[in-house]
């Protein structure tokens, strides 16, 4: 993709991109906020235009969170199944958004709907991301007690991605967390190890686990800052990396 004479090579072939539903309510309470689930489809048209295979998941807690469910009383694999439901309408207003950025997607969901989303099938869909396709994937891993970010290492892992990119509303990983502590300090580089031992909330540990155990590096960054997503995949000092030691 070339901007002007300037020519924009990314470092990655093929990654996948984490989004946390509550990226896409914006400024609101609940629900998802059009203005930015079209800002999200733009950024992603950008990084895709430049020929990068992308998959994408993207969680449910703007709609309904299982823990907060069975926190409340609520059985805790309804309300996790509650959850994956939850996904799957996001990840089909994401991938409308996309489609009218002339941005081809197909949805695949780990819980059998044909009528709105293909099942998963991993070499399925791998040959939609060789044919220039977005794939997302939808109702996290299909089995409760797992979250979204378990299933994002997951499909990252399936998919042969090179790098898992967790875009989310703030802009990598403090040692503390920064809204309640104003010495927080930011962490450049970090190794999973250090994050378990010292169990900063970047992800939930089975997550972490599973991404230290098969070697994916993660990078965390703040999605609401234009431009973030182009440069992460540009290999740009951006956020968070997180790697085996």
């Known amino acids: 993709m070339e901007t002007g004479h300037l020519r924009i090579e990314p470092e990655f072939e093929r990654v996948l991109i984490k989004l946390s539903g509550e990226a896409l309510m914006g400024d609101q309470k609940f629900g998802i906020k059009p203005e930015m689930i079209n800002y999200v489809a733009q950024e992603i048209a950008q990084i895709h235009a430049l020929g990068l295979q992308v998959s994408m998941v993207v969680g449910g807690g703007n709609i309904f969170r299982g823990v907060a469910g069975s926190s409340a009383g609520m059985d805790r694999a309804s309300a996790d199944h509650m959850g994956m439901l939850a996904t799957v309408i996001n990840s089909l207003a994401l991938s409308d958004a996309l489609e009218k950025h002339g941005v081809p997607t197909r949805v695949q969901s780990a819980i059998g709907m044909n009528k709105v989303a293909e099942p998963f099938i991993r070499r399925r869909a791998i040959r939609h991301l060789e044919k220039g396709r977005v794939v997302i994937f939808a109702a996290g891993t299909g089995n409760p007690y797992f ?88 290999g740009k000092d951006v956020g968070t990396r997180i790697y085996n030691d």
């Open 147 to 234: 979250t979204t970010d378990t299933a994002a290492v997951l499909r990252a892992k399936e998919m042969n991605a090179q790098i898992l990119f967790k875009a989310t509303k703030v802009n990598g990983v403090y040692d503390k967390d920064p809204v309640k502590h104003s010495d927080a300090v930011f962490i450049k580089r970090i190794s999973y190890m250090k994050v378990l031992e010292q169990q900063l909330h970047v992800m939930d540990m089975t997550a972490i686990s599973l991404a230290m155990d098969n070697d994916l590096p993660l990078q965390i960054f703040d999605l609401n800052k234009k431009g973030n997503i182009m440069a992460a995949v540009c």
